[in-house]
């Protein structure tokens, strides 16, 4: 195997129009080299007339485990796309293997080689149009998959494709990246009852593979302990044939991001809000602007305010330039509970978050200057990128003193009191200054220090 420092150019054609030509030519010749390797067999996928496949490549960093790369390319027409490498001798902080995601249209000089390579020519001769079938599934659910065409009889060794067709976008929480289906290469043994994994891969609804990886080891099992889908699978691909014959032809969906919302908020936290005894608003408050100075740059936002009807807190709408979020907030202290989507890295994330547990201490309803107001809260915070978390906060806040409204804006009348707060949360302090508009019944965070790492400063631009 010839060694190829495929990530190296990567790096250096990622910047290739301030790079000479002479490199960019180096690195298309390294790509080239890609094209040539032979593919590995349980790693090939057919799609109409394009194949996906790995190859092993050398790694640049270790010389006993090689790199793999992630291959798209048509078997009709001259065309194939890089779509990563992955150094499986070389982990990341995470326990995955480091990853280069390259998603790159290949030149047609370098495709030639492709078009030579004999293992490439073999696999489209080989590999037959798919035919999926649903095995079971509900219309809006998970459909389980079986490719008739990709039945392989060999003694008692029976290989096929399987896979869960999920009916929205999910992100693999491992690996951050985004799949729509889940394709199994399995092998099994009808008469033993066993079986094992060859492969597993994750596509998106265009069937562009995203992560996955070929078993170098894979072990036999017994069908009782694969988990209920899998079995189901199993069952499927050792039925006669004319029974597969029999299951409907899967059909392709339109599938979206999967979302999550944040449920109704538990009575017992609305339970402590109440036992506080807080006068109801004189004024109400329904449009704010607000500029945050982070240092760095500036941002402006726009909060709408109404009042929620199932807890008789605030619903808010926040819209920044990057993102909107839907909030029902305590008075704008905090959240009660969260909802937004955003993106990361490429990736369209939606994230909700909801108060479990509340608790208050001192004089909230007088909050006489010098006294020490406090609460805690256990908010259970989701989003579809990471694992579900149960993350605590404590806050203390001293009442430091009385001034105008019309001091925070000009649009604003009665009184505030100014609030020093600390807030101790799972990982980091923050320190703000708070100011509650007592006629609106409104907390404004008019600065905050997260743990000397971001200072931020907010002004309210407009109050009506």
Known sequence: ?????????????????????????HGEALFGEVLKQ????????????????QAQIASAKTATTPDIAQIRASCTTPGANLLFVESPGTLAANGQPERFTVMRDLTAAVVVNLQQNPSFIEACARTPRPDWRVVSGATDGRWLLIDRASLKTTGDQLQFWGAFDEPLILINKLKKMPYAQQRMRLQASCSRQSYRTLATFGLTPSNVVTFGKTETA????????????IQALLKAACAPSAALEQLPVAASRTKVPQTVT???????????????GLPSANKSLHHLVMRTDFGAGKLQSELFIEPDANSAQLRVREVGKYSTTQEVMFRGLFN???????????????????????????????????????????????????EDRVLPRTDSCVIKRELPASKINGDLSGSAKELSCTSTGAKFITISTVVYLQDYGYFFTSKSDLAN???????LLKAE
Request: hydrophobic letters at 40%.
């Open 336 to 386: 009660l509970n969260y909802q937004a989507e955003s993106k990361r890295d490429g990736l369209a994330i939606s994230h909700a978050s909801n108060v479990e547990q509340l608790s208050f201490t001192g004089d909230w309803k007088q909050m006489p200057v010098g006294a020490t107001l406090g609460f805690s809260l256990k908010e259970l915070n989701r989003n579809t990128a990471e």
């Open 218 to 229: 894979p072990q036999d099992q017994p069908f009782s302990t694969a988990d209920t889908d």
């Open 453 to 459: 790492l971001l200072k931020t400063s907010m002004t």
């Open 1 to 25: 195997m010839k060694r190829i420092a495929v990530v190296v150019a990567l790096g250096l054609l990622s910047g290739c129009s301030l790079q000479p030509s002479s490199t960019a030519r």
């Open 262 to 276: 944040p449920p109704a908020i538990p009575a017992q936290v609305l339970d402590a809000i109440t036992a506080l």
């Open 38 to 53: 032979p593919l590995l067999a349980d790693s090939v996928l057919r799609d109409g007339d394009h194949l996906s496949y």
